[in-house]
């Protein structure tokens, strides 16, 4: 059984804004893992949310770490100034590691939104912003 | 056809801020000139669409409160210190001084807390420079053009979780109030008798939020 894949969500005030399922054992894309496990993931990230609010006012920090833990996998949070909440499930990497990506990702988002035709809190359809999004995983996530 | 790579958003500098002291020809500033045209012409755009006072000030509002969101996670990024501002008080002072510095190369004047109600503060500044070039003439009587702003300050707070209702308004300056010489006077240009207090109210929820933290 191959490593399992990780899950980045963007999730803004009402909806999420951005969604990626990337492999970073092998680089391409593979869907051995099933469905299942897939809808399964965003369950898991999305049932997070409630833990992320109720942590967000008790910290002045961006990265708030492992906010849940189901089974093997965990759910790392990084908010932003907006309180925009950037959600990564993997299964148990290291905290620098995680937070290494969540800054980078965090450097590309103000980029994507200091672009006038971008408007705050609105879906990320930019391919340039998901094309470095899944490099930056590839990068420190594998 | 293909866009070089290097012309992508993604990839250009996020324009840091050089040293805070000194160098005033920074890289992220713009020529005092080409805002001024611009903005003349974003009131003019506005004052011919709008019917009344009340409404061109909303519509001023409104255009600057997406550049409050914007101006909001620009300002934190650059800060370096990757924290949020959780806080009533240190909301206020991060609008104050950063978002106030990267946006007009300089602090607030002041920032008090009103006596009467314990849910406003106001912002005082005495050479803001959206009115700076702007008279108001006398059928729009109380028209402040540095609603653009409030819209940006209402912007900064309601992206952090601080939701407010921001208003501009037009103060006589009293005598020997403001002793300081102006910081970016230009010349010929008369000393300013009005000075711009932007008024924040905070809504009921977000005062409570922050009294349960306090303890």
């Not at chain 1, 005030?13 to 469905?35: F, R, V």
């Not at chain 2, 601080?162 to 300081?180: D, W, Y």
Request: contains cysteine.
């Amino acid at each position: 059984m191959a490593a399992v894949p990780v899950l980045f969500v963007i999730v803004g005030k009402n909806e999420p804004l951005y969604e990626a399922e990337i492999d970073t054992s092998t680089g391409i894309h593979s869907s051995s893992s099933g469905d299942l496990s897939t809808r399964q993931n965003y369950f898991v990230l999305h049932s997070a949310l409630d833990l992320v609010e109720k942590s967000a006012w008790t910290t002045n920090s961006m990265y708030l770490r492992v906010v849940d833990k189901v089974n093997h996998q965990q759910v790392s949070t990084f908010l932003t100034a907006a309180n925009v909440k950037f959600m990564l499930l993997h299964s148990g990497k290291g905290e620098e590691v995680v937070k290494n990506f969540f800054n980078e990702v965090y450097q590309y988002y103000v980029k994507l939104s200091m672009n006038p035709f971008y408007k705050f809190d609105t879906p990320i359809s930019s391919k340039a912003f998901d094309t470095r999004v899944r490099a930056a995983a590839r990068a420190y996530l594998s | 056809m293909s866009r070089n790579a290097s012309n992508n958003i993604l990839d250009r500098p996020l324009g840091f801020r050089a040293t805070p002291a000194g160098r005033s020809s920074d890289v992220s500033s713009v020529s005092l000139s080409a805002f001024a045209y611009v903005y003349s012409e974003l009131v003019q755009y506005h004052q011919g669409r709008a019917a009344s006072i009340s409404e061109l000030e909303r519509r001023l509002e409104s255009a600057g409160y997406g550049v409050g969101l914007k101006v909001l996670e620009c300002v934190a990024y650059r800060g370096k210190e990757m924290k949020r501002e959780t806080r009533l008080m240190s909301i206020l002072h991060f609008v104050s001084s950063s978002v106030w510095k990267s946006l007009f190369g300089k602090s607030a004047d002041s920032l008090e807390r009103s006596i009467d109600n314990q849910d406003e503060f106001m912002i005082v500044d005495y050479e803001p420079i959206t009115s700076t070039f702007v008279s108001v003439p006398q059928d729009l009587g109380q028209l402040s053009a540095d609603a653009y702003v409030s819209g940006i300050i209402a912007g900064v707070l309601d992206g952090a979780g601080f939701s407010a209702r921001v208003t501009a308004h037009n103060v006589q300056v009293e005598e020997g109030e403001n002793s300081r010489p102006p910081t970016n006077a230009t010349p010929g240009m008369p000393r300013r008798t009005e000075k711009a207090v932007f008024l924040v109210k905070f809504s009921p929820e977000v005062l409570e939020r922050d009294a349960t933290l306090e303890r």
